[in-house]
């Protein structure tokens, strides 16, 4: 099971990276900023970075304004 | 201890004179926060922004009509010296660069991301934890429009901990209410996690 934002449960399956998850949750928006277990995983590496079970992702998704 | 900080939170004043922050960004977010962080006993402040005070920013951000025409760093500077004149200021009018983050913030032990573009945001964000990845980063996301309190969150992961409500852009019109109140939630954290009080 990987918990995403603290909040929701996404079951796991093997060799999944960073983009299969945001693929599966939806998230289309880029501009985001995602860590796994607490360490930033850089843009370029999402479709490269595979989750192990148990992981705690987060995905923030950063919108305009300041 | 300065009499101007005589009712803080007993034993966190000694360690917030210590600390250093760095705010990326003088704008509504980082000029209301900085106010918020001196006001709490925060030592030293490094503020970048290369941008300089107009009208149409007095709707939200700390400035004065006096103020208009002035460099951010500059007014937002004055304005802390008013609060407290031994407050250490280190200015930089410049447009912020990812490879700038290292050298810049180097003495820096936390980062406010007051950024007004989300893309800005999101590299600023990743530079930061490339460059210091023990080192917590606050930022804000979603602080456009008005009421909607109860959506405004802390979203933490890792040493990032983003306020907002992570939807609304800034296309809907900024309002001082709810921006400074993202500034202040900012500058609350950060207080927080310099004097360990807050989980980092």
């Known amino acids: 099971m990987i918990l995403v934002n603290n909040r929701d449960r996404v079951p796991y399956t093997q060799g999944m990276t960073v983009q299969d998850l945001l693929d599966k949750m939806g998230y289309s928006y880029s501009l985001i900023t995602v860590t796994v277990n607490g360490t930033l995983v850089p843009k370029e590496e999402y479709d490269y970075f595979v989750i192990k079970d148990n992981s705690s992702v987060n995905v923030f998704h950063l919108a305009h304004g300041g | 201890m300065k009499e101007i900080f005589k009712r803080n939170v007993p034993g966190t004043t000694e360690i917030l004179q210590k600390s250093t922050v760095a705010v990326a960004g003088c704008g509504g977010l980082g000029s209301n926060a ?32 006096n103020h208009v025409g002035m460099k951010k760093t500059e007014a937002l500077a004055k304005l ?92 809907e019109g900024l309002c001082a209410a709810r921006v400074a109140m993202v500034a202040n939630m900012q500058a609350n954290i950060a207080v927080a996690i310099l004097t360990g009080q807050e989980e980092v």
Not at chain 2, 136 to 147: D, F, T
């Open chain 2, 34 to 65: 900085a106010v918020a962080l001196v006001r709490s006993g925060v030592g030293s402040l490094i503020l970048v922004d290369f941008d300089t005070v107009e009208l149409s920013n007095l709707n939200r951000q700390y400035y004065f009509h």
């Open chain 2, 80 to 171: 802390l010296y008013d609060i407290n004149p031994d407050v250490n200021l280190e200015l930089h009018s410049i447009v912020l660069e990812p490879q700038m983050i290292e050298k810049l913030f180097k003495s820096a032990d936390l980062l406010i991301e007051a950024f007004d573009k989300a893309e800005n945001k999101q590299w600023l964000i990743e530079s930061w934890c490339r460059a210091f990845p023990d080192r917590p980063v606050v930022a804000a996301s979603g602080l456009s429009g008005m009421g909607r309190t109860e959506a405004v969150k802390v979203h933490k992961g890792g040493n990032i901990y983003l306020c907002g409500d992570e939807e609304s852009q800034a296309e």
